[in-house]
């Protein structure tokens, strides 16, 4: 059965199960209120007519009722939820396939503009390599994946993704429930960081005495309270206990305020990670990376990651009614309740608090893989790539741009071996010479993240991918297209020789593959031909293979002259008076442009200039 059919009938099928729960929850609130309105009126009745013990027993008897009633209308209703999230996972299943996206999330905040091909290749954005991926919810989930389509990843870490990626993508029902639980809370795509730092900082025992006070003083106060309701003893003994109650809590009122700034804003989240992580800790599969996992979710004390979460999440709860000033106030200081959540958070923080961060990364890496997974799983024609360890392999059999629709995009094939070499694109205005270099950087970044590419056969080696394709000028900087161009270059070459590069912040040990767009376009065509073909040659001499496209003509005569330099090009034809392109990738240099007919198509008299 063909993707879109499994996902439009799975949408049906859980908007039908939505709307059925919806029905159910709406009888249930109806007789809850009869309920309600019946145990009232039998409480009133029966004491109207004095019959106290009758009356509490309807009372108790209704209360239980009641609450009985109000547990099974949430559960009925998280059911519903559960369903309608369920629904909307297909939705944006069948949308992604048109290449639109229901979901916000476009990873930019992952972005630099300074990146080696991240913002030329749509790494992010609204139409996008991580849109087109991304099921991941939580912050690390989204990390993890940004962070894999940023660099090029080890090639036993890319087989040992592909071999998980097999396992999970038959469990169509697993992966959809793990996303369709994550949409339950929105505040789970918060950082964690704060969470972590304090559930690894050095941990501070509260003083030995409090275990005692938090249990002695309670009592005493409560003591004089009812001898003073009994009228045994003054008021002032009662408000004078509750002082010394107040001067207990100042002592650590620093650090419940600190602990509570810490856990409050991911503290909501708790709650679904538990259910997240539970999800987790049910994947199949004897792959290392889902092996690796579930061990991961498992603390020293050999208790389920999602029940330690459970635990801390009702924890962090508890402490943060504090920052209600009227609970704080009637019960928090009576209870002395900041000292009983410190205790008890610095308990489990000394039990779990080093596996916390190790739980995050785990459900991380579980979304990560969901989301390569989830696309190879909607597109079962795409090609998992073949990762060799060469020195510098690149060949691709139709391939296509995989963030274009399926009826919009043209396949071509190129095989691309041993580095100095450099493939020449030549072309006429429009006729896919960026879109095809787009094509093959994007699949590369893909193959290289772990993921399917869209091609009939892709075998790469890794490779540090580099472009210079969309520079533009500055008003802020004072900078040029043209000097924004040569900045970019500039990082190429550092790429190339990073031992003789000061500007290059980490050293490359990778082959580069470049993609250079319109080389040089900023400058005369004489300067544009001498820098290009200087750049060229120098590259020659590098681990850097890639692709330049370019007007100049004449660059294609390296080729006859040194053997390094292959021509390629895209061809217009003028049928019936209009332009028409096949975008099919041709052995040679190009013979026919289109920019005198494009621009007497707009009115310039061409035929007048001899």
């Known amino acids: 059965m063909p993707p879109e059919t499994t996902f439009l009938d799975r949408q049906q099928e859980f908007t039908q199960k939505e709307q059925a729960a919806q029905s159910n929850y709406n009888q249930l609130a109806f007789w809850r209120l009869i309920w309600f309105v019946g145990a009232v009126a039998g409480v009133w009745l029966l004491a109207r007519f004095d019959q106290q013990l009758a009356a509490a027993g309807v009372l108790l008897v209704g209360l239980i009722g009641f609450m009985l009633l109000l547990k099974k209308h949430q559960t009925i209703r998280q059911e519903r939820d559960l369903y309608h999230q369920l629904a909307f996972v297909n939705q944006d299943e069948v949308a992604r396939l048109k290449r639109q996206y229901l979901r916000p999330e476009t990873g930019e905040q992952f972005s630099s503009p300074t990146h080696s091909y991240a913002g030329d290749l749509d790494v992010f954005g609204k139409h996008s390599l991580f849109r087109l991926l991304n099921r991941t919810h939580t912050y690390e989930g989204q990390r993890r994946l ?25 469990q169509l029902e697993w ?12 505040t789970i795509n ?52 509750l002082a010394g109650h107040g001067l207990v809590l100042s002592q650590i009122s620093a650090r419940a305020k600190g602990v509570s700034e810490q856990t409050f804003e991911i503290a909501t989240a708790l709650r679904a990670y538990q259910a997240l992580l ?51 106030l009637l019960i928090g200081v009576a209870t002395l309740w900041d ?19 190790l739980w995050f990364e785990a459900l991380g890496e579980l979304e990560a893989l969901n989301s390569l997974c989830g696309f190879a799983y909607a597109h079962p024609s795409y090609a998992t790539p073949e990762i060799v360890d060469d020195k510098f392999v690149l060949e691709l059999t139709s391939a296509a741009h995989p963030l274009l629709a399926e009826n919009n995009s043209v396949a071509n094939s190129l095989i691309l071996r041993g580095a100095g070499q450099t493939v020449l694109i030549t072309g006429s205005n429009m ?13 590369v970044v893909l193959a290289l993240a772990g993921g399917v590419v869209r091609a009939e056969r892709f075998r ?7 472009t210079s394709m969309r520079t533009q000028d500055s008003l802020e900087e004072s900078t040029s297209s043209f000097y924004a161009e040569l900045k970019r270059l500039q990082t190429l070459i550092g790429l190339t020789n990073p031992d003789k590069s000061a500007s290059v912040s980490s050293k490359n040990t990778l082959p580069v593959l470049y993609f250079l767009d319109e080389i040089l376009k900023g400058t005369n065509s004489a300067d544009r031909h001498r820098g290009a073909e200087a750049l060229i040659r120098q590259l020659h001499h590098t681990m850097a293979s890639g692709f330049v496209s370019t007007h100049d003509l004449e660059l294609g005569q390296l080729t006859d002259a040194d ?9 217009s034809d003028l049928v019936n008076g209009e332009l028409v392109f096949d975008y099919k990738l041709r052995d040679g240099i190009c013979k026919s442009f289109n920019a005198s007919q494009l621009m007497r198509a707009i009115g310039i008299e061409m035929d007048a200039v001899k």
């Open 146 to 170: 940004a962070k894999w389509l940023k660099a090029p990843s080890a090639p036993d870490a890319i087989r040992l993704r592909q071999e998980a990626v097999a396992e999970l993508k038959p």
């Open 175 to 186: 992966r959809q429930q793990l996303e369709a639980l994550a949409y339950a809370e929105p």
């Open 190 to 241: 918060q950082s964690p960081d704060a969470l972590v730092k304090w559930a690894t900082a050095e941990s501070e025992p509260l003083a030995g005495y409090l275990s005692i006070v938090r249990f002695l003083f309670p009592a005493i106060t409560i003591g004089l309270f009812i001898g003073w309701l009994l009228g045994y003893v003054q008021g002032a003994a009662v408000l004078l206990a």
């Open 278 to 328: 539970k999800q987790a800790e049910a994947v199949k599969g004897d792959t290392v990376r889902l092996r690796a996992i579930r061990q991961a979710l498992t603390s020293d004390t050999k208790l389920a990651a999602s029940a330690a979460i459970g635990q801390l999440g009702r924890l962090t709860e508890g402490l943060n009614f504090r920052r209600n000033p009227y609970f704080a």
């Open 339 to 357: 000292i009983h959540y410190l205790i008890k958070l610095e308990h489990w923080r000394q039990t779990h608090g080093p596996a916390l961060s």
């Open 431 to 443: 006729s896919g010479k960026s879109t095809f270099l787009r094509t093959v950087g994007t699949n």
């Open 460 to 466: 790469c080696s890794p490779v540090q991918v580099f």
């Open 563 to 571: 053997g390094f330099v292959r021509n390629y090009h895209f061809q």
